[in-house]
């Protein structure tokens, strides 16, 4: 499968899973679930939950778990819209909404039933490092970098690859915010190596060359 096909096929899936875990516009109360709506839909390339599924797959054992790594894909993305709301100003439903989302995020990771304490541990604390290194510094690669984290460790990767591919995250999510800052290319194009750099560090597979083609599509840019 191209690479293309490979990461629409992972945006889908998230896409779909995403429909899934969202209440009802209409629901009550319904202004504040229609806000939590607008904030997750409101376009954008899923970026984040398609690198937690491709890292949960590049690096993957008969330790990972796909559900696992699916509500990890859920969970970074609800984290994402979370950390936008809380940055908007001037609307009264944008803390209520994001605090609601934050919560959703780590209801989300805690999903699947057959997850062992321990893993589910250690997801619950990358996706709460997450949350406060974002509210922190939003501007930095740390979603990006907890996205390739909790698919890798969902997946089941060895230590020394989970390192490999939140360190390939970080690199991506700094390319990807330089990419659209003016005069920024040559410093995307600089992160962008170093992402693919990192992937030298876990197995070949098509997850892999995709991830590493996600990287090539911003110096292309």
Avoid at 132 to 139: D, H, K, Q, Y
Wanted: glycine share 8%.
């Amino acid at each position: 499968m191209a690479s293309k096909d490979y990461l629409e096929l992972q945006r889908q899936r998230a896409e779909e899973a995403l429909e899934r875990t969202m209440p009802p516009a209409d629901s009550s109360p319904a202004a504040l679930h229609a806000a939590i709506r607008d904030a997750v839909f409101a376009g954008g390339d899923r970026i984040r939950p398609v690198l937690a599924l491709a890292a949960s797959e590049a690096a993957a054992t008969a330790d990972g778990d796909p559900d696992a790594a699916l509500s990890a894909a859920v969970a970074i993305e609800l984290l994402h819209a979370a950390t936008r709301l809380h940055a908007t100003a001037g609307d009264a439903l944008a803390l209520p909404a994001g605090d609601a989302l934050q919560a959703m995020a780590f209801g989300a990771l805690a999903a699947p039933s057959a997850l062992s304490p321990a893993r589910a541990l250690r997801l619950s604390g990358i996706l709460a490092r997450a949350a406060l290194a974002a509210a922190l510094t939003p501007e930095t690669g740390d979603l990006f970098a907890a996205a390739a984290e909790l698919g890798a460790v969902a997946g089941g990767a060895p230590d020394d690859e989970v390192a490999a591919l939140a360190a390939f995250g970080a690199e991506l999510g700094v390319a990807t915010r330089l990419a659209t800052e003016p005069d920024g290319h040559k410093l995307a194009a600089f992160h962008a190596r170093e992402a693919a750099a990192h992937l030298m560090e876990i197995p070949g597979t098509p997850a892999s060359a995709a991830l590493s083609d996600l990287a090539e599509g911003i110096i292309g840019h």
